[in-house]
Structure formats: C-alpha cells, structure tokens
C-alpha cells in the first residue's frame, strides 16, 4: 500500500492502481487499501470506481469493526463529495452530514454546497456559517491577526484566510439564491476582507447582487473590479456587457412609462375640453 501511497503523491495515478491492487490481492479486506485507492480514482477523474472503493472501505470498517473516527470521516468527506460530483446530491446529503458531525469546517462546507445543488438555500446558510464559525475559532475573523499572533502594525497587510473567504463567498451565493439580497452584500463584504480584495470571483458575485437590485453604477464598479483582477475570464466581460443591457432596458421601461403617464395626461386634458 505505502509503494501506492508513495506513487499518488507524485502524481503517478496509474502507477498507484497498480499497487493497489496487488495490496488487495494479498489482503483484500483492508480498508485502508479501499480509501487510498479510491482517491487515486478520483484523481483520474473516475468518480464512479473511487465512490465503489470509499463506499467498500466504509462497509469493511463497520462489518470488521476496524477504522478510527479520523479515518470514517475521511471516508465520509470524500464519499459525499464524488457523489454531489456525479449528480446524486441526495445520497451525498447523508455522507456529508455524518461527516459534519465532527463540526470540522471542510465538512460543515460540503455539506452547504450539497444543500445549495438540492435548492434548500437557507439550510445552506446554516451550513456555512457554522463552518465560518469552526474556521474563525482557529484563524480569527476577516481583517483580523491570527489568534496569538502578534498584533498588527499600522497599515501592515492584513493576514490570508482563504478558506475563511471561501464559506463567506458560498454563504453569501446561497443567501442571494434565497433572496437574502443585503445579507448576501454583508457576506461578500466579509469574504473579500478575509483575503484584502484579491479574490476576482468574491467581486463578480457581489457585482451580481447589484444588478439584480437594479444598482447598475455599483454593479459596473465590482464587475471592473473583478476585471481588474483577472482580466482573462471571458464571464467578467460578459457580466459587465449585460449590466449595460440591463441597464438600458430599465431606461426604455422607464420611458416608456412616462410617455403613458404623458398620454394620459393628454387623455384627461383633452377630457376636460
């Protein structure tokens, strides 16, 4: 098995497989060997074969009795994470809460983004922030100094959290799905702060949110921002053409409401003659 761990780590998948298996030949009902197998699966992008091996390592650990709670949760992480990526979001649901019973953030956090694919926006939500709370007991809120780090001089740069500014970004997505417009602002806010304003996608779904507020000077200002940051993607440019489409549509409807105010007017006017 370690040959096989050995050739994963450097990106020799094939290789790994071939190990593998020769590990199951002389010890078939080692979970272990089901796990790590599993991940060199997925690796190749063969969802299907790793879900069969982490699903396998799950049953030897309870039919054998065998498996820490580290090593289940491992195996529950990854089986609710390929199974969302195969389009079985409802199987993945149970996984990943098992899973999240550790209140670790990754989990807490696969199971938000689960719950957003089954539409259930605002359980999301609760998801989220719980693995927001999780993270920020251990690296502190956005702009913030680590917990027991040294304090922060004037104008020094604040520190990284980039998996902090991650669960802002997917709670504040699930709040806009929900409806939740000014929460959705608050969390965007706070995901771009946790890594200074360097993440281009925190900008794009934030400029979203004002346009379908109708807010189009401020949705042009967080689209340039993001096109500031990665002047590449073909979506940022997109977002900002339809910001000016929508833009002039609400003129024209604004228009043409006030020519039917205006021929209105003109309609009593002539009524009252």
């Known amino acids: ?18 190990h593998y298996q020769i590990g199951i030949q002389k010890k078939e009902n080692y979970h272990e060997i089901y796990y790590h197998r599993g991940l060199a699966y997925v690796s190749l992008t063969e969802f299907q074969k790793g879900i069969a091996d982490f699903q396998k390592a799950l049953d030897l650990c309870k039919s054998q009795e065998r498996g820490d709670a580290q090593f289940k949760y491992k195996v529950n992480l990854n089986l609710g994470i390929n199974l969302r990526r195969v389009g079985n979001a409802v199987e993945s649901r149970k996984y990943l809460q098992e899973a999240a019973n550790t ?15 089954l539409g259930e926006w605002e359980e999301a ?7 927001i709370t999780a993270e920020e007991a251990v690296v ?9 780090g040294p304090e922060l001089k004037p104008n020094e740069k604040k ?17 806009y799905h929900a ?6 602002e608050e969390d ?6 946790a890594v200074n304003n360097s993440n281009a996608e925190n900008f794009f779904n934030y400029g979203n949110v004002h346009l379908n507020k109708n807010e189009f000077t401020e949705a042009h200002e ?18 900002k053409g339809l910001a000016y489409q929508c833009q002039a549509d609400e003129l024209a409807k604004k228009e043409s409401r006030n020519l039917q105010e205006e021929s209105e007017l003109v309609k009593k006017a002539i009524h009252q003659f």
């Open 179 to 184: 409806g939740n417009y000014d929460l959705a």
């Open 125 to 131: 939500v609760v998801q989220y922030q719980k693995a």
């Open 103 to 117: 209140n670790k953030p990754q989990a807490l956090n696969n199971l938000g983004l689960t719950l957003y694919e």
């Open 159 to 175: 520190p990284m959290k980039e998996y902090l500014s991650l669960y802002y970004n997917n709670k504040g997505l699930a709040n």
């Open 222 to 239: 967080k689209f340039d921002d993001a096109i500031r940051l990665d002047g590449t993607s073909a979506k940022l440019y997109h977002a």
């Open 1 to 18: 098995m370690y040959a096989g761990q050995c050739n994963q780590f450097l990106g020799q998948y094939e290789e790994a497989l071939a």
């Open 140 to 148: 502190g809120k956005p702009g913030e100094k680590f917990p027991g």
């Open 188 to 193: 965007y806010k706070l995901a771009m702060l």
